[in-house]
């Protein structure tokens, strides 16, 4: 069976700035879609903000495996009940999360890391090099041991988050700053990917090493076959042989 993603995208600076509109005529939700579409492996959707329950409803949410999250100016919309939702499937069903960029902000990853998760930056378009810190991870299978972005925003230490579980990859910035670009986390059942570059007015998702770092996350925080518990709470004596 195909890994089912959802690529969900605020959707609003590419319809409000023509500069993002030029990069990503579609959204940066279908730049990564289309990338992702190319695989036999996966089944893409998309869902955005302004629609309804912001895409990611009930059945949405429960037939998705990995949900891609990018979202920048509008953090605060996102509906609490639509964030519970996504929380609850990542710690009991294993859905994966992969979150991008900005979406360090976001209420799904600040739920999930427990932390303001807030970080230094400043957006001139710098040299970005991603450093492997991890070789042999399947994040980053097939990709070298460095690989340089022309043009990104700066993300600099110290990053508010929980210490990482496994730190893949990180960045050095023209201006001299550091960062923890590609970190994972397990929450419940589910595995967390946080991967730094896509500010939103460059065209970091059009980068083919880029993508294949999405990719790869995707796969691996794909739910892994397993069991499933039945229900929390108080058993009496006996109902392991009775289940025989």
Known sequence: MPIRVTIWNEFRHEKKNPQVAEIYPDGIHNAIGNYLKKSKDFSVKTATLDEEEHGLTEDVVANTDVLVWWGHMAHAEAVDLVVERCYQRILKQGMGCLVLHSGHFSKIFKKLMGTTCDLKWRADGERETLWVTRP???????IDDHFV???EEMYG???????PEETIM?????????????????????RIVYFRPGHETFPTYHNP???KVIENAVRWSAPTPGPTPHTY????????DAKK
């Open 209 to 211: 090493t880029v993508m």
């Open 136 to 142: 042999g991870h399947p994040i980053i299978n097939n």
């Open 170 to 190: 990180i960045s050095s910035f023209a201006g001299g700053e550091v960062f923890r670009s590609l970190c994972t986390w397990r929450r419940g059942a589910g």
């Open 157 to 163: 230490e110290y990053f508010d988050i929980p210490e």
């Open 233 to 240: 709470g108080h058993r009496p004596t006996g109902w392991v």
């Open 149 to 151: 972005i022309d043009k």
